[in-house]
């Protein structure tokens, strides 16, 4: 499968890098480490992602200012990375070679190639491998996207993905010149106000059900037009919550800028809520899962969903 995907890599003539809509550091880390060895075989590469402004923390990965949000009008190759479902890509179905590269348990296996692997900590370990398995020269820039990649969806080596292969491959990573340090700096150190007053809003109004093992925020549009956060500063709030002694579930619904809520959920290691997002129509992980609803009643969406969890920790 590696050496399928990396022949029509090296036969095609444009290619086309799709990261997901609301990207986070792995799928961002992901294209841009591929970026990276592509341009440097000489490769046709473009880089498309459908969100207008990207999060800012990740302004430190080579050659981020490349992404676009336009698509290209020719090209014959399309590698998406981290996307666990085709829609996430936001481009439309053509006559091009599609490849899936990603590690979510939902994936739709929707590409002409996928590599798909559930076991890996990050989509960005699954274009390590193939690199490795097709012998390329790793340069320093394409470790350091890789290695965002990896504690990024690890949450620094803390989540239940994080095995031995997680550290093999952090330590290679390092080997090629990655500064762990610098970058946990980078990611950590260099919060907006606005993100650190949303989180004051999300301690203040959190509400707590089942003897407080479920918790719930409910974010609306006001709330960040007070705050000053974006949309991308809402990520991985909830956990703060999930964090909670008592806590073993917490749900974070986001009131969407054109109607409709976006819901994220966090889970203790062993409650699987992957099953719950795909309820309704979303996808995820074991612990961190996610799906849209639309609708504009928030409290019966809350309820729909509270039912759901409250038959799981049964
Ligand atoms: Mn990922």
Redesign the pocket.
């Known amino acids: 499968m590696h050496q399928k995907a990396w022949k029509y890599i090296i036969n095609s003539k444009h290619i086309l890098l799709v990261s997901h809509v609301s990207p986070?550091g792995?799928?961002l880390g992901s294209v841009l480490a591929l970026y990276d060895v592509l341009k440097k075989l000489g490769k046709k590469v473009s880089l498309y992602n459908f969100t207008k402004e990207l999060p800012r923390i990740y302004d430190f990965l080579p050659n981020i200012n490349r992404i676009k949000d336009t698509i290209p009008n020719h090209f014959d190759l399309v590698i998406s990375c981290?996307c666990g479902s085709f829609d996430r890509l936001k481009i439309p179905r053509g006559d091009y070679t599609l490849i899936n590269i990603?590690?979510?348990i939902s994936n739709e296996y929707f590409g002409d190639v996928n590599l798909v692997d559930t076991s890996s900590a990050?989509?960005g370990m699954v274009v390590y491998k193939l690199l490795i398995k097709n012998c390329v020269k790793i340069s320093k820039n394409c470790a350091i996207c890789l290695y965002v990649?990896i504690v990024?969806?690890t949450g620094f080596f803390s989540y239940s993905n994080v095995d031995k292969q997680t550290f093999k491959d952090a330590s290679s990573l390092v080997e090629l010149g990655v500064n762990p340090a610098k970058i946990a700096s980078l990611l950590k150190s260099r919060q907006s106000l606005a993100k650190v007053r949303l989180l004051g809003f999300v301690l203040n109004n959190f509400e707590l059900y089942n003897e407080a093992k479920i918790a719930f925020i409910y974010i609306n549009k006001e709330v960040l037009l007070e705050t000053g956060a974006k949309r991308y500063d809402t990520k991985n709030i909830v956990n703060y919550l999930r964090d909670i002694v008592n806590v073993r579930v917490a749900v974070m619904i986001l009131e969407e800028e054109h109607g409709g809520f976006k819901v994220s959920i966090r889970s203790e290691d062993e409650i699987d809520i992957s099953s719950i997002a795909k309820d309704f129509d979303g996808g995820g992980h074991k612990n961190s899962a996610g799906f849209e609803v639309i609708g504009s009643d928030f409290k019966e969406i809350s309820k729909k969903i509270l039912k759901k969890l409250e038959d799981k920790l049964v």
């Open positions: 986070d792995d799928t981290d990603d590690h979510h990050s989509a990649s990024e969806d």
